[in-house]
């Protein structure tokens, strides 16, 4: 009877472990205490129980998740089968889709800039900066 009630639910930090939203239980569990996962609309802690149907708010740096929870797995598996584990909701997915969009239209400034600055670049920022 014990293991029947352990199949249907699971330690939030450990579910988005193993659905590879964190690459470490550890730091899974440090963004549930930070508050960046919400279960059901609920700030809560990382031993909390997640359930086939539950529904998570996830902020894992840039990203921005809404996913239901549809299977439990203890243990950490491919990413293909990872993607199995929940399903994000289309109001969610537009948004990444936009997000993404939008880094791509207005790039940060200065990212296309690669290694060391040539030794003409190192003159003007040299002239910039005892000029001031």
């Given at each position: 009877?014990a293991?029947?009630?352990?199949?249907?639910?699971?330690?939030?930090?450990?579910?988005?472990?193993?659905?590879?939203?964190?690459?470490?239980?550890?730091?899974?569990?440090?963004?549930?205490?930070?508050?960046?996962?919400?279960?059901?609309?609920?700030?809560?802690?990382?031993?909390?129980?997640?359930?086939?149907?539950?529904?998570?708010?996830?902020?894992?740096?840039?990203a921005?998740?809404?996913?239901?929870?549809?299977?439990?797995?203890?243990?950490?598996?491919?990413?293909?089968?990872?993607?199995?584990?929940?399903?994000?909701?289309?109001?969610?997915?537009?948004?990444?889709?936009?997000?993404?969009?939008?880094?791509?239209?207005?790039?940060?400034?200065?990212?296309?800039?690669?290694?060391?600055?040539?030794?003409?670049?190192?003159?003007?920022?040299?002239?910039?900066?005892?000029?001031?």
């Open positions: 009877m293991d029947a009630e352990n199949t249907d639910r699971m330690r939030l930090d450990k579910w988005l472990w193993a659905a590879r939203f964190y690459k470490t239980r550890s730091l899974a569990s440090q963004s549930v205490e930070a508050g960046h996962v919400r279960l059901n609309g609920h700030a809560v802690k990382p031993a909390r129980d997640v359930r086939s149907g539950d529904m998570l708010e996830i902020v894992a740096g840039d921005h998740w809404t996913v239901i929870v549809r299977g439990l797995n203890e243990q950490r598996r491919p990413a293909p089968e990872a993607r199995e584990l929940y399903e994000e909701t289309i109001e969610s997915s537009e948004r990444r889709a936009a997000e993404k969009e939008n880094r791509r239209l207005a790039p940060v400034p200065g990212s296309d800039l690669r290694g060391r600055p040539t030794k003409k670049a190192r003159r003007q920022i040299r002239g910039f900066n005892e000029s001031g």
